[in-house]
């Protein structure tokens, strides 16, 4: 009797779940419920080089990316796009055409997240392979030299450049869209205004998801997020941030987007992202910053979602609305 009392004493605490870290709320669909209760510890501190270590970035980089490419191998299980390999402006990228795509002008230029020292155009295909089988567009998925190794004038160069090759190999800027997401939402902003800066034109259209607009520790949901936010911390983030930008250099427009002037012209624009997200606050003041100088932007939010929330939760209600959004987006705003 005595062992049995043990056993009942000891078998709630073994058959008890584990308690999400994040509030999970009864509003977000069933999928979205039980995928945030996975989440069961505050975000692990990673410990990330020092700004300038490029060999422990490089060791950094190596362990992430053994981590993705399996979703990317999925991907290309699930999807069956081609992909070619190639470099565009002296760049490297990923060619994606999604099944049964036929010859045409429109472009999807993609600059994939990854805090802009991390991950790689391969081990983030999943995004571009939803992207292109969701839209029906070719997807140019760039390759771009991550920080340390690059800063943000190399890194925001990249992609202007890959948009002017796609141009010089018939793509007109009507026809050529580009999409991002965390870093790589701050990067295609940026790269847009660099090319109108220099009076390049623009692209016809932005989409971004979750992106990371401001790279310094701003805004109110720094502070009303900072322990809501399921992936990350900004004191995770930083060592990034400043692999990328010299914290003097960090409130320039071409690192964080948030601090431009948009009254000189910008495309039209779609903004994609959670309310569990550290970088809300980015999402309002970008979309402000380019309503208020008389843009054209949609703040497209999504209840109880956490960060790039599309592609784990691309099955979900909430993943099909907003592919859905960037599909329709898209299709009025890229021409044949």
């Given at each position: 009797?005595?062992?049995?009392?043990?056993?009942?004493?000891?078998?709630?605490?073994?058959?008890?779940?584990?308690?999400?870290?994040?509030?999970?709320?009864d509003t977000i669909s069933k999928e979205a419920q039980e995928y945030l209760r996975k989440f069961t510890a505050p975000p692990e501190t990673l410990s990330l080089p020092t700004?300038?270590?490029?060999?422990?970035?490089?060791?950094?980089?190596?362990?992430?990316?053994?981590?993705?490419?399996?979703?990317?191998?999925?991907?290309?299980?699930?999807?069956?796009?081609?992909?070619?390999?190639?470099?565009?402006?002296?760049?490297?990228?990923?060619?994606?055409?999604?099944?049964?795509?036929?010859?045409?002008?429109?472009?999807?230029?993609?600059?994939?997240?990854?805090?802009?020292?991390?991950?790689?155009a391969r081990s983030t295909l999943g995004n571009a392979i939803l992207a292109a089988d969701t839209t029906g567009l070719r997807v140019i998925s760039v390759d771009y030299t991550v920080a340390p190794e690059a800063k943000w004038p190399q890194v925001t160069d990249q992609l202007v450049a890959v948009i002017q090759a796609l141009k010089e190999e018939g793509h007109p800027l009507a026809s050529i869209a580009?999409?991002?997401?965390?870093?790589?939402?701050?990067?295609?902003?940026?790269?847009?205004?660099?090319?109108?800066?220099?009076?390049?034109?623009?692209?016809a259209a932005l989409v971004l998801q979750s992106p990371w607009a401001d790279v310094t520790d701003s805004g109110d949901s720094a502070v009303t997020l900072r322990d809501a936010e399921p992936f990350y911390t900004y004191a995770q983030l930083k060592p990034c941030a400043d692999a990328y930008a010299d914290p003097k250099d960090q409130k320039n427009p071409y690192v964080s987007p948030v601090y431009a002037d948009f009254s000189k012209g910008f495309p039209p624009t779609l903004i994609q992202g959670g309310t569990k997200e550290l970088f809300l606050s980015h999402f309002v003041r970008l979309y402000r910053a380019?309503?208020?100088?008389?843009?054209a932007a949609t703040l497209d939010l999504y209840d109880g979602m956490p960060h790039v929330f599309q592609v784990p939760l691309a099955d979900a209600p909430e993943g099909k609305a907003a592919w859905k959004k960037m599909r329709e987006f898209l299709a009025r705003n890229v021409a044949e």
């Open positions: 009797m005595r062992h049995l009392a043990l056993v009942l004493l000891v078998l709630p605490a073994i058959a008890e779940e584990p308690k999400p870290y994040v509030h999970v709320p700004p300038d270590d490029v060999a422990g970035w490089k060791r950094a980089r190596e362990g992430l990316e053994a981590w993705g490419l399996p979703a990317s191998e999925a991907a290309i299980q699930r999807y069956a796009p081609q992909i070619d390999e190639r470099e565009l402006g002296g760049v490297k990228v990923l060619d994606i055409k999604p099944k049964g795509w036929t010859p045409n002008r429109r472009v999807l230029v993609y600059a994939h997240g990854g805090a802009y020292a991390l991950f790689s580009v999409y991002g997401d965390s870093a790589g939402g701050g990067l295609a902003a940026a790269a847009a205004l660099k090319m109108r800066d220099k009076g390049l034109g623009m692209p380019i309503d208020g100088a008389g843009g």
